[in-house]
């Protein structure tokens, strides 16, 4: 008991900080320890502005949280053979082969868009007078109705930056991904996702639509004063870069299932699925599976999340835990998403932890992704 209440106080006291400092409107953070339930709380406000306060069940534009989910679809097909992981590309999408600069169009199978060597980008880590601009390609969270389709012959017009394979670079391989899955099976994604991840799982609120918009947290972004509520087009500076929010996006039927950014959802979702996956997949993947997506597939290269990092399919893998700090042992899942998300799972001590936040990008790689972190392990 002593234990727990120690969790709870680290937790409380990373959250209400993170609050009371004005770096974030609202969080939901969940911790399960051997498969149970450790650490739940909803804090703060999900509209600020009306004086609504948070719930533990608010449904989140989850962005990259996105990613897990459709890799398992992606995964499920692998295992009926309905896919293959060294198939191209072009077996289900003729017509998608970007071409490297001098012009040649190599072959991108399945395995280098689940890792991200594929040679594709994001348009926010392109300069803006890089070809992704210019084609006006979405990074699947702005531009509501755009087609999938349309979108991907974008995508296909901006040079590669690498020979597939050649390297690691965060891209929108996981849009690709969705799209091949629709052409395999000849149903939607959010049909896809729902029949082969959500509904094995019983998760009532994840999707590519909104099960109940009146829980949807209002989404916020960093401000010179704090956040600031996102209205519109936000075009938000990250990194190098600038992320493109339209927030309503969420809320037009027509736009693209997004494998990558387009899904919403509550962090007991996310808790479910991940807790899936540290327990060997059950119900839903082979215990084969999800070692073979748990596996380090880029090595040092990447560097994923700092040194020691590298990537599986969807998420980053802790390969070496000496040079980073961090209390996490090898063989820990992490990754997070632009809204103001964080996760992770360290199967060594038997953990998974969600903290969705409606404040970018504070929520993703902000001081309370490691205040979250470091209180966890205490």
């Known amino acids: 008991m002593s234990q727990q209440c120690s969790l709870k106080s680290r937790l409380d006291r990373a959250i209400d900080s993170a609050i009371a400092d004005n770096r974030l409107v609202g969080a939901v953070v969940l911790v399960a320890r051997n498969g149970e339930i450790a650490y739940g709380r909803g804090a703060g406000f999900i509209d600020r502005e009306a004086g609504t306060p948070m719930r533990e069940d608010a449904i989140f534009r989850l962005a990259s949280v996105s990613k897990p989910f459709v890799a398992a679809a992606a995964m499920r097909l692998v295992e009926r053979g309905a896919i293959a992981l060294d198939q191209p590309v072009s077996r289900w999408l003729p017509a998608f082969r970007p071409a490297l600069p001098d012009g040649s169009r190599p072959e991108i199978t399945l395995h280098q868009l689940l890792t991200h060597t594929s040679g594709l980008s994001y348009r926010f880590l392109e300069p803006d007078d890089g070809a992704y601009h210019r084609l006006d390609v979405s990074d699947g969270l702005d531009q509501p109705g755009l087609a999938l389709d349309e979108n991907l012959d974008r995508l296909a017009r901006a040079p590669l930056a ?217």
Do not use: C
């Open 162 to 378: 690498f020979a597939p394979g050649a390297a690691w670079r965060y891209s929108l391989g996981t849009d690709v991904i969705g799209a091949v899955l629709e052409a395999a099976t000849g149903k939607r994604l959010d049909r896809v996702v729902r029949d082969e991840v959500t509904d094995p799982l019983g998760l009532a609120d994840a999707g590519f639509s909104l099960a109940d918009p009146a829980r949807l947290a209002v989404p916020y972004a960093d401000g010179p004063a704090g956040p600031v509520r996102m209205e519109g087009v936000v075009v938000a500076p990250l990194w190098e870069g600038a992320v493109r929010f339209s927030p309503n996006r969420i809320l037009i039927g027509s736009s693209y299932p997004s494998g990558g950014a387009g899904m919403a959802g509550s962090a007991a979702d996310v808790l479910t699925l991940l807790e899936a996956i540290r327990n060997g997949g059950g119900p839903f993947l082979r215990p084969e599976t999800v070692a073979m997506m748990m596996d380090d597939h880029v090595g040092p290269q990447a560097e994923t999340q700092g040194p020691g990092w590298g990537f599986g399919y969807g998420w980053a893998v802790l390969r070496d835990p000496e040079p980073t700090g961090t209390p996490q042992a090898a063989g820990t899942l992490q990754w997070g998403g632009v809204y103001g998300h964080s996760w992770f799972v360290d199967p060594v001590n038997r953990l998974s932890v969600v903290a969705l936040t409606n404040t970018a990008f504070e929520g993703m790689a902000g001081r309370f992704v490691t205040d979250v972190r470091d209180a966890v392990y205490g």
